[in-house]
């Protein structure tokens, strides 16, 4: 018997990391609505139907004409097959799922796995593939857009997802971040110790897209920039670190010194804008650049008066 999507949590009442991963990527289409699902279909290369309505007058069919008719063609299926092991396509499974996909004319097929490129046994499917690391960058992409970043449960639950799949270790990603790009975090009032100790610790294996540079959201604005130095260090009990645990004794950051956290180096600083807050939510009110952490590039920080200009 099916499960319908609203009676799971996030990851699902489910003991495979797959299950959890896919019940969670459903909590999250669910939350964001069409506009999310649309955006998700499009990365990974399907098209929805339109759901504009059309209305017709005069139509002949099976040999009548009546004299109006309302019709819709938003319908469709999607199948969602996810692994958590690369190179674990099972042929048998595949052909099982093409045929049902061959049977309806409004199914698609989607598989969701670690490779970073397109399986081999897929090659020449009629089906559609994306890589958790996609999955991930997609559902990102979505919270940087008017509709999304508004939404504070989406972002937590992407946040949530997008750790937990860190910690699976599905991303299959290295830190090699392009040259120029910044990831943007809110500090509140904790930038001045991560100033000057040149430290960001936040929660650990919080998944995060490889950028060379880190800014601070504080009260409203960005006017600091700094160098991240090297890979972000995983699994780190600020206790065991003398420098971690002065850091932790001056922060107001709520959090266990005894616990595993993540810890970015900071090297370099460079003061820009400042670049004032001035994002507002699909109503026209107010509201935060960023929740949980946003992306964009070094020139457009130089360059930025305002938010909405990068």
Sequence with gaps: ???????????????SEENKLTAAILQILRRGGERLIREFSAAAGFVLPDNEIDILS???EDGCTPDGLMRSQFSFSLYVESKVVPNAINKRQLSALVRLQERRDDATILYITPDLQRPAHLEGEPVAWMSWL??????????????????DVLAFLVDHFSTFAARLGVL??????????????????????NDEYRLYVCQNRRSFRPSEWIAFYVNGEIRRVYKIEGEP????????DPLLSTFFGKSPYRSNAQEPHMVMRLGERRDVGPVKNDSVDHAGRPCAFVQGQRYTTMAELESAARTSDL
């Design 134 to 151: 996609r999955v991930r960058d997609a559902l990102v992409e979505y919270l940087e857009t008017r509709e999304g970043e508004s939404d």
């Design 172 to 193: 299959g990603q290295s830190w090699e971040p392009p040259a120029g790009s910044v990831l943007v975090v809110p500090a509140k009032n904790t930038w001045h110790i």
């Design 233 to 240: 260090e995983q699994d780190v009990i600020p206790a065991s």
């Design 58 to 60: 005069q139509v002949t």
């Design 1 to 15: 018997m099916a499960t319908r999507i609203d009676d799971l949590s996030i990851f699902g009442d489910y003991k």
